[in-house]
């Protein structure tokens, strides 16, 4: 008589595990997105002005430094403007598919001891860090609300956590 499919992997030795984890707090998760945006912010910095000065572009005083130099040289098609904004997007994309996909992990992250998970408790993966990457930016742009989800999900997910089935968790 042939056995059921739940008979036979229990007799293979494989059942189903439960992980218990504990869900990291909005608070957390922001001190790590900072941490990563102002090193991935501070290397896009660098490298646009290392460019300009290889390229004998202009450089901003002191003063002109600040939120609208870089909006106005996005209206204005400045070309070291978007390219800073193209270098930041390219390397925040790289980073958190390696650091989130990969590794499950980014340097902010290890900072404040999180790491992701994917469903199965491990690191997400390829795929599933590029989904989790491309909802990121659907999670950020409207104001940040979809990031702001968390502070009212039970279980502190993002938007872009829910899209990518993904869980940030303590890493203790």
């Given amino acids: 008589m042939p056995t059921t499919t739940r008979e036979t992997s229990i007799a293979r030795g494989r059942t189903d595990h439960v992980l218990r984890v504990r869900a990291s707090g909005f608070g957390r998760r922001l001190v790590a997105a900072t941490v990563d945006g102002f090193l991935l912010a501070s290397i896009s910095i ?3 002005f290392v460019t300009a000065l290889v390229l004998g572009a202009p450089l901003p005083r002191a003063r002109e430094i600040g939120p609208d130099l870089l909006v ?3 209206l204005d098609r400045n070309p070291m403007a978007v390219g800073t904004i193209g270098l930041f997007a390219g390397l925040t994309i790289l980073y958190q598919l390696y650091g989130v996909g990969m590794a499950g992990q980014t340097l902010g992250m290890k900072m404040v001891r999180t790491r992701v998970i994917g469903p199965h408790g491990r690191p997400p993966g390829a795929v599933r860090g590029l989904v ?3 909802a990121l930016a659907i999670s950020v742009l409207p ?3 979809g990031w702001l989800w968390a ?3 039970r279980e502190h997910r993002a938007l872009h956590d829910h899209l990518a089935g993904t869980y940030v968790i303590l890493d203790i």
């Fill in 46 to 48: 660098i490298v646009t």
């Fill in 72 to 74: 106005a040289g996005i």
């Fill in 132 to 134: 989790r990457v491309l």
């Fill in 143 to 145: 104001g940040g609300l």
């Fill in 151 to 153: 502070l009212f999900d």
